[in-house]
């Protein structure tokens, strides 16, 4: 199921489009990048949209009010209008400032509030993963019922390994998270020691790792690619070194690799106690 806040298509034929985002890329920021990261997944979509709606509401507004003071500073002042007016109401024009606000953050709720729903309602997942965030690296658990039954470490690279590797400096991981294109997917997310945050910009989620607390969220892509994040919650020390990497990939090569998986990560049972952490992440 896909709901758009409106059609991408006519939003760009008006020449509607926030130009920035022709220079984002996916899955990654890009030095200079204006704007967001691009949508792949239909929240995303209805994130940009909805952003794109409140620039232009925020810019007309703006230039109206500019417009306003202009007039007045011309035509008000005390060499063009010697005698001032002594009018201090006017019932027509206060109901009209009031009524105007209220319609159009009425306007801005509604689009608001579906987009809300949109994200917090899980759809039924096709794959369940578990996020568990410590300080300072991502784990990831694969449950049993669902093909999986293992369980990972995922730490950032040096940034000498992530050159090698041709992957971004400070995003790039060991173990990446693997899941299939087009299959929904459901993030249950945990905090093992202090609270994380689970946070992918190209796929429009952002859910609180809690100690204790089972929170949720999930996304849908049709598009293969690297997708890259950070822990966005302060968690001490090496915050800034735990990143995430979800590599979305065809449905053969998720089975493929689930295999080749299973037997790397056989002696990490899913579901065991969650380790201390043993390895920082290098710090810059
Ligand atoms: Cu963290």
Redesign the pocket.
């Known amino acids: 199921m896909t709901i758009r806040f409106w059609n991408r298509s006519a939003l760009t034929a008006l020449g509607l489009s926030i130009p920035g985002h022709a220079f984002a890329a996916a899955g990654h920021p890009e030095p200079w990048q204006m704007g967001f990261q691009d949508a792949v997944s239909p929240v995303a979509e209805f994130v940009h949209d909805f952003h794109t709606a409140l620039v232009w509401i925020i810019t007309i507004i703006t230039l109206f009010v500019l417009g306003l003071l202009i007039a007045v500073v011309v035509k008000f002042n005390e060499k063009a209008n010697p005698v001032p007016s002594r009018t201090t109401h006017h019932t027509g024009l206060e109901i009209a400032w009031t009524i105007i606000p209220v319609l159009i953050l009425v306007g801005i709720a509604i689009p608001s509030f579906r987009l809300l729903k949109y994200q917090i309602e899980l759809p039924k997942a096709d794959i369940t993963v578990k996020a568990i965030?410590n300080q300072?690296y991502w784990s990831y658990e694969y449950p049993q019922d669902q093909g999986g039954g293992f369980k990972f470490d995922s730490y950032m690279l040096t940034r000498e390994d992530a050159q090698k590797a041709g992957q971004p400096a400070l995003l790039a991981v060991d173990n990446e998270v693997v899941l299939p294109a087009g299959k929904t997917v459901v993030f249950q997310v945990v905090g093992a020691d202090v609270i994380?945050s689970f946070s992918v910009p190209s796929l429009a989620f952002r859910m609180d790792a809690i100690p204790g607390r089972m929170n949720q969220t999930w996304f849908k892509t049709d598009r293969e690619g690297v997708y890259y994040g950070q822990?966005s919650?302060l968690?001490g020390q090496n915050?800034a070194y735990?990143p995430i990497a979800i590599r979305v990939v065809s449905q053969d090569k998720y089975t493929a690799w689930l295999a080749d998986a299973k037997k790397k990560f056989a002696s990490n049972d899913a579901g065991a106690a969650v380790k201390v952490a043993s390895r920082s992440a290098p710090v810059e």
Do not use: P, S
Request: proline content about 0%; hydrophobic content about 25%; glycine content about 12%.
């Open positions: 965030g300072w994380h822990c919650r968690c915050h735990m």
